[in-house]
């Protein structure tokens, strides 16, 4: 990655603000006048797709216009997500931005099509999704402070298993070790199932999984989740504690789901989305919904520009910490 792309992702809050703040276009009174389309830059049925669906008919009956979402996967998120750098910034066209996209890609890869701070406006964060830590009921502790001990004395001896290298999760896995002196290694598999098996055989003592995934194997019993990737403990798991309490900075790298737009989108375009989105955020039948899956509605700040601008760059900080401490860092 080039300096001229060290300088962009490097320069946080500001840059990202600025995108939205200083778009010269406005929309017309009247916008929209037609479809939106919301790119999914991963397959349907994962959770980007899952929860992009549970709350665009809300936003279809804000906007008055409908709301149609659209999959573009491919290379872990990067050809949607240049798609939609590409299109024109006239409010029509927007992204689901995650973690991979908008902060890991950047960050790991020798090069990324797009610029996650220059071409994109930011306009609501919608959802965090956390990742936990999940371990084999076969091991011998229970607690987060058990495990961690029990690490600690087998210094690169307890494997912990991610959907993938370079993955939130991998990187997850890298912060937890660097943080508390867990020591884990990492075994990467090909898909947020894929260590499900090995685990309940007790062939794999941990993994880093999204809790979509864990949750219902936690609830029968086939394994233990231990410890969330949140700032606040979950409601649907008030008992795990969260990784924040044994000094990661905010729990973690927290998956977050949120809204973005080509650079250069007019501001009342944007705001009117962004109003769209808070007003499904907020529907009680569409937010059980969200939260019976485990994930987190987002709340206050989060669901502006500036907020969701602010949240990224907090991710981005702890991403290069984790790609560094992992030997995968790219650029800055």
Known sequence: MGATRRHLLGSGVAAAAA?????????????????????????AGGNLDTLTRIVAPVMSQRLGQPVVVENRAGATGTIGTEFVARSQPDGYTLIVGSNSAMVINPIVMPRTPYDPVRDFAPIALGFRTPNVLVISRRLPVETLADFIAYAKARPGQVACGSPGSGSSN?????????????GLVHVPYRASSGSAPDLMAGNLACSMDQIST????HRDEKVRIIGVAMPQRLPLLPDVPTLAEVGLPDG????????????????????????????????????ERIEGLGSVVATGEDVTPEGFARLMERERELSRRAAQAAGLLQGG
């Not at 995108?19 to 397959?43: G, K, N, Q, S």
């Not at 991998?170 to 867990?182: D, N, P, R, Y």
């Not at 009117?272 to 007003?279: E, F, M, N, P, T």
Request: no cysteine; net charge positive.
């Open 19 to 43: 995108t939205v703040l200083a778009a010269p276009r406005v929309a017309r009174a009247d916008w929209p006048e037609r479809p939106i389309r919301v790119v999914v830059p991963f397959a």
């Open 170 to 182: 991998h990187l997850l896995i890298e912060l937890f070790s660097m943080t508390t002196g867990a």
């Open 214 to 217: 864990a949750l219902p194997l």
């Open 252 to 287: 973690g790298l927290v998956a977050f789901i949120g809204l973005l737009a080509p650079a250069g989108t007019p501001r009342d375009a944007i705001m009117k989305i962004r109003d769209a989105l808070a007003a499904a955020l907020a529907d009680p039948p569409t937010r």
